[in-house]
């Protein structure tokens, strides 16, 4: 009798407590009642319920098992068991529980709203794992942000939700879930997995593995974190085989240790960002300019804000004359970073641009850019009998028409590429107006305004 008495006044304490919500002491209090009777279903329940309060779930399962152990009729033993499956992520386990309350008593509200909740909390898990399988991970986080507003306390969604931030590139919010888990388990292989993963994502290769390492002494069989140790490595040591043969100048096999690297880990997007542009790079010396502006472009679409790249990107457009591309490059590197280089850079540019839309005067003479006067001389006379009218008097007035436009360019190309303070003038692009248009005809007639317009065509020296 003393026993019941003692621990019936334990209960009555505990509840008081407890209608207070200073649930640690209700705590204590309960727990003096079981230890005088333990085998009482209702301190068991009321503890779990305690304790759900505190969110202590994992320990408030136990007690409530315990409590149905003790009695299987215990209603709301069967409903805590429930909630607490529910709040640690284990919807088909809580689902069993609120059955068993609805053969107890079909009409409970309560079980019939949380087994509807088990249910949906199923259907988010489901789609979750769907959206994984199709790199979907912003729908990931998605599922798993409602799944944690049903359940809690579940590591298991939390780890998910961070490992698909870390997926997305966002680092911070991935970091904080995975302190979150270790701040309440500093053993959880998982979250060490996570901080391993954000940094291995941010290229810091080195300190990843550490966690990495770290998690498989937590859990040996956790197989992300060793295929995540792996891939790391790997990485690295491509990476530096790459960079050590491109700095002994051996370009082809720099080309093909990037191109290896690259195979290792896609979702490794800042990484393979750097790689792209370092074979890029290799490309370059190795005149493969396309497939380096390809891998430019593949680099900008993994990394937008990565400078080096567009700087490589437009010099190659630069060397084969894409100057517009070139331009809009620079444009978007000045305007991230307005540095006096990148301004020169830009300029140069926009320059070459204009020159490019003017007539090429050594196209039109069939000569290179560093010709020398004797070779544009020649040049000079071999074309305009070319295209002489006298040559072309039998034609067609079409082709007549043509070849008198030809004769004419070629005199005008002559004018400025003989005259040396032209050329210099040309060759620097100060004869462009700003619409880009350049008119060599119109200084020569300037100059020869006393000699009729003709008289410049036939100059033989």
């Given amino acids: 009798q003393h026993h019941l008495d003692s621990s019936e006044g334990f209960k009555e304490q505990g509840n008081a407590l407890y209608s207070k919500k200073d649930y640690s002491e209700a705590f204590n209090y309960y727990t003096k009642a ?14 779990a319920a305690t304790l759900m309060m505190l969110c202590r779930f994992r320990e408030a399962l136990e007690d409530s098992q315990q409590a149905v152990r003790l009695d299987d009729c215990f209603m709301k033993g069967h409903l805590r068991e429930g909630k607490c499956h529910l709040s640690l992520g284990n919807a088909m386990a809580a689902s069993r529980c609120f059955q068993k309350v609805l053969e107890l008593e079909p009409s409970n509200r309560e079980a019939q709203q949380e087994n509807k909740n088990a249910a949906t909390l199923l259907e988010y898990e489901r789609m979750a794992d769907f959206g ?3 790199r979907d991970f912003r729908k990931v986080v998605y599922c798993m942000d409602r799944a944690l507003a049903l359940a809690s306390a579940c590591h298991r969604f939390k ?3 961070a490992e698909c931030l870390a997926l997305l590139g966002r680092y911070p ?3 904080s879930v995975a302190s979150d888990i270790l701040r309440m388990d500093s053993t959880n292989a998982d979250a060490l997995y996570v901080r391993g993963l954000c940094l291995y994502y941010e290229d810091c290769i080195d300190k990843a593995v550490q966690f990495f390492v770290q998690a498989l002494r937590m859990a040996p069989d956790h197989e992300k974190a060793r295929l995540a140790c792996r891939n790391a ?6 990476k530096e085989e790459g960079n050590q043969a491109f700095k002994n100048s051996h370009y082809e096999a720099a080309y093909q240790l990037y191109s290896e690297a690259l195979m290792i880990d896609p979702n490794n997007i800042k990484t393979n960002a750097k790689l792209y542009c370092n074979r890029a790079t290799a490309g370059a010396k190795l005149k493969k300019l396309d497939q380096a502006i390809e891998d430019c472009t593949s680099a900008i679409k993994l990394d937008d804000t990565y ?7 437009a010099q190659c457009y630069m060397d084969t004359e894409q100057y517009e591309e070139a331009v809009r490059d620079y444009e978007k590197v000045y305007q991230t970073e307005k540095t006096s280089d990148h301004k020169h850079l830009l300029k140069t540019a926009q320059l070459q641009l204009k020159k490019s839309k003017r007539k090429d005067y050594y196209k039109v003479l069939g000569v290179g850019k560093n010709a020398t006067e004797d070779e544009i001389k020649k040049a000079y006379r071999k074309r305009a009998l070319m295209h002489h009218p006298d040559r072309h008097s039998a034609a067609t007035p079409e082709v007549q028409k043509e070849e008198e436009k ?6 005008e190309a002559f004018t400025v590429l003989s005259d040396p303070k032209k ?11 700003d619409d880009g248009c350049f008119d060599g005809l119109k200084w020569e007639r300037e100059e020869n305004r006393d000699s009729g317009p003709g008289n410049f065509f036939f100059q033989f020296g």
């Fill in 34 to 47: 079981i230890d005088t009777c333990p085998k009482n279903a209702s301190y068991y329940g009321n503890r």
């Fill in 132 to 134: 994984f399988e199709k």
């Fill in 159 to 161: 780890i998910l939700k």
């Fill in 173 to 175: 919010e991935a970091q």
């Fill in 233 to 238: 490595k790997a990485l690295k040591a491509k």
């Fill in 307 to 313: 400078i080096k790249a567009y700087l490589r990107r």
């Fill in 406 to 411: 030809k004769f004419k360019e070629v005199g």
């Fill in 423 to 433: 050329k210099v003038r040309y060759d620097n692009g100060h004869d462009l107006d």
